[in-house]
T-cell receptor
Framework: QKEVEQNSGPLSVPEGAIASLNCTYSDRGSQSFFWYRQYSGKSPELIMFIYSNGDKEDGRFTAQLNKASQYVSLLIRDSQPSDSATYLCAVSPPPGNTGKLIFGQGTTLQVKP | GAVVSQHPSRVICKSGTSVKIECRSLDFQATTMFWYRQFPKKSLMLMATSNEGSKATYEQGVEKDKFLINHASLTLSTLTVTSAHPEDSSFYIC???????????FGPGTRLTVT
């Protein structure tokens, strides 16, 4: 079992719809959770982080965390073609680690005009 | 805030030569920086954790004598690819973390092509 799992996609949604990206993780002691966006040929860009159970909203983005189910998701409202990218879920392992993040393989999102 | 730069952005070198890549945190200090490699359409792969003032920690399978890492200050880490070969051609990306939250900010990456 991979430590952080994401469906590679592609996930295709029409412009204006809600895109829902999901991620599960295996280490129950994981502390912090991050979503990165990576455009083709570019490096990852941090878009959201969440530490506590529940929802966290930032503009069109909402991160949701459920530690009991070991599940974190990212919702993108009013999806735009410019949101088309690969979305990487990253998890910070329990304290005592070197600070490195464990990344999922990423989900490719395609927003069709 | 939390800006990380990398230099060069693109480099082409001949097989057998060495290439140095610099990673700088511009507006924060980072005791720890990370070096990743990414092949086309593949996932990010962590190569090593760079610790200021001490030796880097390499991931399993990464040759420390081939990928030399130096973290001489709180804002600069360098990765040197020694005796580069065509199979080392890849996208090399560094990241740095400014705080205790664990978030990492990535540099823009260096595309290395070895001919």
């Amino acid at each position: 079992q991979k430590e952080v799992e994401q469906n590679s996609g592609p996930l295709s949604v029409p412009e204006g719809a809600i895109a829902s990206l999901n991620c599960t993780y295996s280490d129950r002691g994981s502390q912090s959770f991050f979503w990165y966006r990576q455009y083709s040929g570019k490096s990852p860009e941090l878009i959201m982080f969440i530490y506590s159970n529940g929802d966290k909203e930032d503009g069109r983005f909402t991160a949701q965390l459920n530690k009991a189910s070991q599940y974190v998701s990212l919702l993108i409202r009013d999806s735009q073609p410019s949101d088309s990218a690969t979305y990487l879920c990253a998890v910070s392992p329990p304290p005592g680690n070197t600070g490195k993040l464990i990344f999922g393989q990423g989900t490719t999102l395609q927003v069709k005009p | 805030g939390a800006v990380v730069s990398q230099h060069p952005s693109r480099v082409i070198c001949k097989s057998g030569t060495s290439v140095k890549i610099e990673c700088r945190s511009l507006d924060f200090q980072a005791t720890t920086m990370f070096w990743y490699r990414q092949f086309p359409k593949k996932s990010l792969m962590l190569m090593a954790t760079s610790n200021e003032g001490s030796k880097a920690t390499y991931e399993q399978g990464v040759e420390k004598d081939k990928f030399l890492i130096n973290h001489a200050s709180l804002t600069l880490s360098t990765l040197t690819v020694t005796s580069a070969h065509p199979e080392d051609s890849s996208f090399y990306i560094c990241s740095a973390s400014p705080g205790q939250g664990g978030e990492q900010y990535f540099g823009p990456g260096t595309r290395l092509t070895v001919t």
